[in-house]
C-alpha cells in the first residue's frame, strides 16, 4: 500500500488590507481553515504564492495589529508541526515586501520557525524533503522572456536541468482572454524543467493547466469573483504518484451581481427580495441594469431597506446596432515598480540595447553599479 512522503498547501492572493473585504473576515477564515484542521497535521509545508497583502499598511491603521497577531499564531502553529513556511512577494504594487514581517515575527519573537520571504528569482533545495523549488516573484523582469533566460542561468549555476516544482506569481495564456495584452510566461518551457507541478498566483480565477495550478485568490474582494474561492493541497506519494485537491474556502466573502435588464421596476424588486434571503448580512450586491432603469433610481430605497448590504449598480450601454454591452473596464498597461532589486537591470537594459561600443557598455555596467550602491 502506497504511502504519502510530501505534502503541501498553497494559498495566494490573500489581500489583506483590502478596501472591500474586511482584513478581519480574512483572517477569521484563515483561521478557520488553518487553526485546528487536521490538514495543518498531515502537510510538510506551506506556501503563500504572492499577494498577501492588497496595498501598503502603516501604523494606525488597525489591520496591521489584526494581521501581526495572526502571522504570530500561524508561525507558531507551523512551529509546533514542524511545517516549512515560504512567502513569495507577488505585485509590487500590492507587496510593497511587507511579507519580510513573517521573517520580523518569527526572529522578534524566539519561535523558531523555518520561514523565509523570499523576494529574488531563486531556485531553493530543502534538503528536509529533498526537493528542490523554484520561486518567481512578479514582475522580475519587464519582458518574461529575460525572466526565463534568469531561469536557464540559475539552473545551469545549480548543475540541475529540472526542478521538482515551482511557486510563481504572474500569468500565463491560458488564464486570460486573448484580447488581453500583458506580458506572460511561456507555459511549455516551465513545465519542461519542473518535474511535479507549477504553483502560480496572481489570476484570482483557480483553474489547472496540464500540471500548471492557479490556486485563485482565497477570499472574495471584488464582484466578477463568483466562482469558488480557496487553495490547493498537494499530496506526493511512496510510488512517485501525485494528486492535487483544491479545498473551497466557503465562508468566502459573497458579492452577487443581480441582472435587472429588461425587465419592470415589479419584477427586479421581487427578484432582488428573493435573492437577498440565501445571502448572508454584509454581503456585497451589484444591480445590473440600465441607466435609464427605474432599478437604479431606486437604489437609494434597497440601501435603506437592506442596510446590512453593500450596495452598488453596474450600467449598461447599448452598441450602435442596439445589442447591450455591459461596460468592462481593463488595464491597458501594466506598471513596474521601480526598487533597489531591479532597477540595476530596468536601467542596464536601456544600454545594451543602444548601439554602443561593448568596451564602453562594461565601463558603464561598473559606473551604474557603484552608484547603486552608494545610492
Known amino acids: 500500500m502506497k504511502t504519502k512522503t510530501f505534502s503541501f498547501i498553497d494559498i495566494s492572493d490573500v489581500h489583506l488590507g483590502h478596501p472591500n473585504t474586511p482584513t478581519e473576515h480574512i483572517i477569521k477564515n484563515l483561521e478557520n481553515e488553518f487553526s485546528t484542521s487536521v490538514m495543518m ?15 501598503l499598511l502603516n501604523f494606525p491603521d488597525n ?8 502571522i504570530n499564531l500561524f508561525l507558531r502553529r507551523c512551529k509546533k508541526l514542524d511545517i516549512v513556511v515560504r512567502v513569495l512577494e507577488g505585485t509590487p504594487s500590492h507587496d510593497w515586501k511587507q511579507s519580510k514581517v513573517f521573517e520580523k515575527i518569527n526572529t522578534n519573537g524566539n519561535i523558531g520557525c ?6 529574488t528569482l531563486s531556485i531553493e533545495h530543502i534538503d528536509k524533503f529533498n526537493k528542490s523549488f523554484l520561486y518567481v516573484p512578479d514582475e522580475w523582469e519587464p519582458e518574461p522572456d529575460d525572466t526565463w533566460k534568469q531561469v536557464k542561468d540559475l539552473l545551469s549555476i545549480n548543475g540541475i536541468d529540472k526542478v521538482d516544482f515551482a511557486i510563481m506569481h504572474g500569468s500565463f495564456p491560458h488564464q486570460l482572454p486573448p484580447h488581453i495584452k500583458v506580458p506572460m510566461h511561456d507555459p511549455n518551457r516551465y513545465l519542461s524543467i ?10 484570482h480565477k483557480p483553474s489547472v493547466h496540464e500540471r500548471i495550478y492557479t490556486p485563485g485568490s482565497f477570499d472574495r474582494i471584488s464582484h466578477g469573483e463568483e466562482e469558488p474561492k480557496g487553495y490547493i493541497r498537494f499530496n506526493l506519494f511512496s510510488d512517485d504518484t501525485w494528486n492535487v485537491e483544491f479545498i473551497e474556502n466557503v465562508n468566502s466573502k459573497k458579492y452577487k451581481t443581480i441582472s435587472c435588464l429588461n425587465i419592470s421596476i415589479e419584477e427586479a424588486l421581487e427578484k432582488i427580495d428573493l435573492i437577498i434571503k440565501e445571502l448572508p448580512k454584509e454581503s456585497f450586491i451589484r444591480i445590473e441594469a440600465d441607466k435609464e432603469d427605474a432599478i437604479i433610481v431606486s437604489l437609494d430605497l434597497l440601501k435603506k431597506k437592506y442596510p446590512d448590504y453593500i450596495w452598488s449598480s453596474k450600467i449598461s450601454v447599448k452598441k450602435s446596432d442596439g445589442k447591450e ?4 473596464m481593463r488595464a491597458k498597461y501594466k506598471t513596474v515598480d521601480i526598487n533597489k532589486d531591479n532597477i540595476f537591470n530596468l536601467l542596464f537594459d536601456r544600454i545594451i540595447n543602444k548601439n554602443i561600443d561593448s568596451t564602453i557598455k562594461d565601463k558603464c555596467k ?3 553599479n557603484e552608484v547603486i550602491e552608494k545610492c
Not at 63 to 70: G, P, R, Y
Not at 194 to 203: A, L
Open 41 to 55: 497535521e498531515e502537510i510538510d509545508a506551506f506556501f503563500i504564492s504572492g499577494d498577501m497583502f492588497d496595498r
Open 63 to 70: 489591520n496591521v495589529d489584526i494581521i501581526e497577531s495572526w
Open 114 to 119: 523555518d520561514v523565509k520571504h523570499v523576494t
Open 194 to 203: 519542473v518535474k511535479y507541478i507549477v504553483v502560480i498566483g496572481h489570476i
Open 325 to 328: 454591452l455591459l461596460v468592462d
Open 366 to 368: 561598473i559606473l551604474l
